[in-house]
C-alpha cells in the first residue's frame, strides 16, 4: 500500500517536472509570442514558389480553424482544423505560405456536382480598424486574397456576408502544389503581393502598425463552398514590433521558463521526502 | 410573402415588391412531344460551352422518370405555407441529366462503315431515354408529354437559396434572373429549386436557367417587335397561352383564377409556380375487343401527384364544359381552350403604358 503511494508520487512529480521542463524550453520556441501572433521573417532567400528553400527558415505558426456560422445548408460540417501559417517581408513584397492537410485534391468544378478546394487570407481594407471577422461589414470592410484551382487567384472587396465583389485586377499572385497521399496530404499554397500595391479598397501593407489577418479554407470534396467554410479567428502580423519582433520577449519566456522548472523540481522533491519520512 | 394587390387592379397573389406576374398556360392534351420547343430554346439560348447538357425547356413523358432523372425526389421548395423555411435538396448528378453524346458520324459519311449511326459510348440515360415508355397494360396503357420550364415562382426558393442575391426576381415581371456578375457557382440555387431548373454552367462556372426570353417580350427583335418566348411562339399546335396572371382580361387569368382549370405542377412544393397546366383528359379504358368501359385511363390518384386534390374539380369542370359545348350551348371555357388567334394567345404589352 504505502510502497504504491511511493511509486505513484515519484511518477507525478515526474510528469510534472516533465511537462514543465518541456513547455519551459519550447515556450521560446513555438510560442513566445502573444496567442493570435503570427511572425514575420525578413524576406532572404527564394520564397516565391510553395516548395522554395527559403521557407524552411521562415518559423510557421498553427491556426485553428473551425465552421464559420452560417445560414447556408451543412454550414457545420467543414473538414479541415488548422492551417500552418508562414509570413516574410523584404524586397517591397509580402510573402505567405498556407499549409493545409486534405486528403483529397480536388481541383476541377467541371461537372455539377463538383466543388474545387479553396483558400482564403482576409485582410482589413483600413489597417487602423479590425472589421467583423465575417466577411467584414458596410463601414469596415476586408479585402480577401482567395485561391481556388479552376479561377486562380482572386481579389476581393467585401463588407459583409454576400457582399464579395472581385477586383478587376488582381495584385496578388498565388501558386500551389497538392503532395502527398492520404492523412499526409497537404496544401501548399504560396501568396505574394507588393506592399506598396496601390488602390482603392486596398489593404495598404503598414510599416509600423500591426496588421490584422485571418484565414478560411474550403475541402471540395465536402460540398464546401461559400458560407460552409473551416475559418480562423483575427491574427495578426507584428508589423509595429520591426520585422523581426520584439527580442526581449523569448529572453523573458527563458527566464520565467527556468524558474519555474526550479520551482517545481523542489517542490516534487520536498513531496517526496515527505512521503518517504513518514514510512 | 404575397399580398394582395390593393390598388384596385386586381386581386391576384402577386409576389411582394412585384409589379406584374408573367405566366404561361400549357394545354396538355395538345402537346404531341415533337420537341419543337426544346429545340427553339436550346438555339436561342444554351448551345454555347458548358451549356450543353441543358435544356431550359425539356418535354418529357409521364409517367416516367423525366429530366433529370428523378428530379421530383430531389428536394427543394418550402416546408410550410409561411415559407420561413426551406426544403434541403441535392444537385442532380450528370448522369441524371444525361452528357450529351458524341455520334458515329464521321465513320458512316467518310470512312465507308455500314454500322447503325449510334452513339459512341456512355448512352445508358439522357433526356427523353424512357420516352412513350408510360405506364399501365395494352390495351390501355398510357402516358403524356409534360413540357416544362422554369416556373417564374411566386415564392422562388431558388432565390432564397442563394446566400449572394444573385438570383432575383424582377420588379417589373417577376421574372426570375441568375444575375451572372454577382453568381459565384455555389449552386444552392440548383439544390433549392424543386423543379431542378436552374442548371450550373460547367464552363463559365455560373449558374444559368430560363429568362422567360425577356429581351423578346421586351421587343428587342431587329424591327423591335414584341414576340412571345421561342418555346410557346415555335409551339406547332401552339398549346401556349403567354401573358400576365394579373391581366383580368386575357384568358390566363379566366383559366387559372375563375375556372380554375389551369394547375400548377406539384403545388406541394408550395413555390407557387406561374406556369399553369391544363390536365390531361384521356379517352376511358377499354376491353381488349375494343369496347370502352368507365374506367379512366390515367389514374386519378396519378394525376393528384402531379397537380395536387384541385385536378378532381378542374376536370369535372373541364367535362361539364364539354358537354354543354357538345350540346350547342355556348362555353366561354370550350373556346378559350380552342382559341387559335396568336393576337389573342400572347397578351404581353397589356401593362406596357401602366
Ligand atoms: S421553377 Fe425553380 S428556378 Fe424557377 S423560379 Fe421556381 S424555384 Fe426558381
Ligand atoms: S413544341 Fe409544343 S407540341 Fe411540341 S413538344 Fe413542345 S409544347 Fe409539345
Known amino acids: 500500500m504505502a510502497d504504491r503511494d511511493h511509486r505513484r508520487t515519484v511518477l507525478a512529480a515526474a510528469a510534472v517536472t516533465l511537462l514543465v521542463t518541456l513547455s519551459a524550453v519550447a515556450a521560446p520556441m513555438a510560442s513566445a509570442r502573444p496567442a493570435h501572433e503570427i511572425p514575420v521573417s525578413p524576406a532572404t532567400g527564394d520564397l516565391g514558389e510553395p516548395t522554395a528553400d527559403g521557407w524552411d527558415d521562415v518559423p510557421a505558426a498553427t491556426v485553428a480553424l473551425a465552421s464559420a456560422p452560417s445560414s447556408v445548408p451543412n454550414a457545420d460540417q467543414t473538414s479541415v482544423e488548422r492551417v500552418h501559417v508562414q509570413a516574410a517581408r523584404g524586397d517591397g513584397r509580402l510573402y505567405l505560405r498556407l499549409q493545409w492537410q486534405d486528403a483529397t485534391r480536388d481541383v476541377s468544378a467541371d461537372d455539377p456536382r463538383e466543388f474545387a478546394d479553396s483558400v482564403a487570407v482576409q485582410f482589413p481594407v483600413n489597417a487602423s480598424s479590425r472589421p467583423p471577422i465575417a466577411m467584414g461589414g458596410p463601414d469596415n470592410r476586408v479585402n480577401v486574397w482567395y485561391w481556388s484551382p479552376p479561377t486562380g487567384t482572386e481579389e476581393l472587396l467585401a463588407g459583409g456576408a454576400g457582399s464579395t465583389t472581385s477586383f478587376p485586377e488582381s495584385s496578388v499572385n498565388a501558386s500551389a502544389v497538392h503532395r502527398g497521399s492520404g492523412a499526409n496530404a497537404t496544401w501548399t499554397v504560396v501568396y505574394t503581393r507588393e506592399l506598396d500595391a496601390a488602390g482603392e479598397n486596398r489593404t495598404t501593407v503598414p510599416e509600423t502598425r500591426d496588421l490584422d489577418v485571418a484565414f478560411a479554407v474550403w475541402n471540395g470534396s465536402n460540398g464546401e463552398r461559400s458560407g460552409q467554410k473551416a475559418v480562423s479567428e483575427w491574427h495578426y502580423f507584428p508589423f509595429s514590433g520591426g520585422p523581426e519582433g520584439p527580442p526581449y520577449q523569448a529572453l523573458l519566456w527563458s527566464v520565467a521558463g527556468v524558474a519555474i522548472v526550479g520551482v517545481v523540481a523542489v517542490t516534487a522533491f520536498g513531496v517526496h521526502r515527505a512521503r518517504g519520512g513518514m514510512r | ?354
Open chain 2, 1 to 354: 410573402m404575397s399580398s394582395q394587390q390593393e390598388d384596385g387592379d386586381t386581386h391576384v397573389n402577386v409576389a411582394d415588391g412585384i409589379d406584374h406576374q408573367v405566366a404561361m398556360v400549357m394545354d396538355l392534351n395538345k402537346c404531341i412531344g415533337c420537341q419543337t420547343c426544346t429545340i427553339a430554346c436550346k438555339s436561342l439560348w444554351t448551345e454555347d460551352g458548358g451549356s450543353e447538357y441543358m435544356y431550359w425547356n425539356n418535354v418529357e413523358t409521364k409517367p416516367g422518370e423525366g429530366y433529370p432523372r428523378g428530379w421530383e425526389d430531389s428536394g427543394g421548395g418550402w416546408q410550410s405555407e409561411d415559407h420561413s423555411e426551406r426544403q434541403p435538396g441535392e444537385i442532380p448528378s450528370q448522369e441524371d441529366y444525361g452528357r450529351p453524346w458524341e455520334f458515329n458520324h464521321s465513320e458512316i459519311m467518310y470512312e465507308g462503315s455500314d454500322e447503325p449511326l449510334r452513339p459512341r459510348e456512355g448512352a445508358e440515360w439522357g433526356p427523353n431515354w424512357d420516352e412513350d415508355q408510360g405506364a399501365g397494360e395494352y390495351p390501355n396503357s398510357y402516358y403524356f408529354y409534360l413540357p416544362r420550364i422554369c416556373n417564374h415562382c411566386t415564392h422562388p426558393s431558388c432565390v432564397e437559396a442563394c446566400p449572394r442575391s444573385a438570383i432575383y426576381k424582377r420588379e417589373e415581371d417577376g421574372i426570375v434572373l441568375v444575375d451572372q456578375d454577382r453568381c459565384r457557382g455555389y449552386r444552392y440555387c440548383v439544390e433549392g429549386c424543386p423543379y431542378k431548373k436552374v442548371y450550373y454552367n460547367t464552363v463559365s462556372k455560373k449558374s444559368e436557367k430560363c429568362i422567360f426570353c425577356y429581351p423578346r417580350i421586351e421587343g428587342e427583335g431587329p424591327e423591335g417587335e414584341t414576340f412571345a418566348p421561342a418555346c410557346a411562339e415555335e409551339c406547332p399546335p401552339q398549346l401556349r397561352l403567354v401573358g400576365f396572371l394579373d391581366d383580368e382580361d386575357g384568358p390566363i387569368y379566366k383559366l387559372v383564377e375563375e375556372y380554375e382549370v389551369a394547375l400548377p405542377l406539384h403545388p406541394e412544393f408550395r413555390t407557387q409556380p406561374n406556369v399553369y397546366y391544363i390536365p390531361p383528359y384521356a379517352p376511358p379504358q377499354h376491353t381488349e375487343d375494343g369496347e370502352t368501359v368507365d374506367v379512366e385511363r390515367i389514374p386519378r390518384q396519378y394525376l393528384r401527384e402531379l397537380f395536387g386534390d384541385r385536378v378532381d374539380d378542374a376536370l369535372d369542370t373541364i367535362k361539364r364544359e364539354k358537354q354543354r359545348a357538345r350540346q350547342g350551348d355556348d362555353s366561354e371555357l370550350m373556346e378559350l381552350l380552342q382559341h387559335k388567334n396568336p393576337a389573342k394567345q400572347y397578351r404581353l404589352e397589356v401593362f406596357e403604358d401602366g
